[in-house]
């Protein structure tokens, strides 16, 4: 008696297996990507929820577009080489989530774009501007106590910029948009619910 063998299953002719390890090796790339940039702490390249309200503004800081929004605005220039930087930007990119709507938080890589800082006094990175949200320079009720520096025309004393230099904490800077009158609830709720 002979015996047949059966092939069970269907039949994957080769173009098809071809595109589905294209489609296998492309996903598992996307994926592997993104976890290491996550990994790096890298600046998220996504588009955030609100438009005008995203974080990464290297390219596209227009301080009108900006200021058309209504909102307070902290410019923070440094760069994602920079360890200070490095430190701050998980902690800016989830307080700009946090506030969004009411307050708006951009980050500018002066290693990738230098020409954006050219109306800005910018002697060391990071540096954080602070601006209300009718354009006019955040003024600290208290200067002395603020360690912020308070850029000033020399012959009116017109004040121009509000700036802080160096690593600045998420504490400073939801006191600073309190005082500008930015409802800081939501932002201290949802660093309370990541610290559980």
Do not use: C
Not at 102 to 112: N, P, Q, R, S, T
């Amino acid at each position: 008696m002979n015996k047949k063998s059966v092939k069970t299953g269907r039949k994957i002719d080769k173009s098809s297996l071809a595109v589905y390890i294209v489609t296998t090796l492309f996903v598992l790339g996307l994926l592997g990507g993104g976890l290491y940039a996550n990994f790096r702490n890298r600046v998220p390249r996504v588009i955030d929820s609100l438009p005008g309200f995203e974080f990464n503004a290297t390219k596209n800081l227009n301080m009108k577009k900006i200021l058309k929004h209504k909102v307070p605005v902290m410019v923070t220039f440094g760069t994602e080489e920079d360890y200070m930087t490095q430190q701050m930007l998980p902690m800016l990119y989830d307080l700009n989530q946090a506030l969004m709507g009411k307050a708006m938080i951009k980050f500018v890589d002066v290693g990738l774009d230098q020409s954006v800082t050219a109306e800005f006094p910018i002697a060391t990175i990071p540096t954080e501007f602070f601006i209300n949200a009718d354009g006019s320079p955040y003024k600290p009720v208290n200067i002395q106590d603020s360690n912020l520096i308070i850029y000033a025309e020399e012959a009116t004393g017109d004040h121009y910029w509000t700036a802080h230099e160096g690593m600045i904490s998420k504490e400073k800077i939801l006191e600073i948009f309190a005082d500008m009158g930015v409802d800081i609830s939501d932002a201290i709720e949802s660093g309370e619910s990541s610290q559980k």
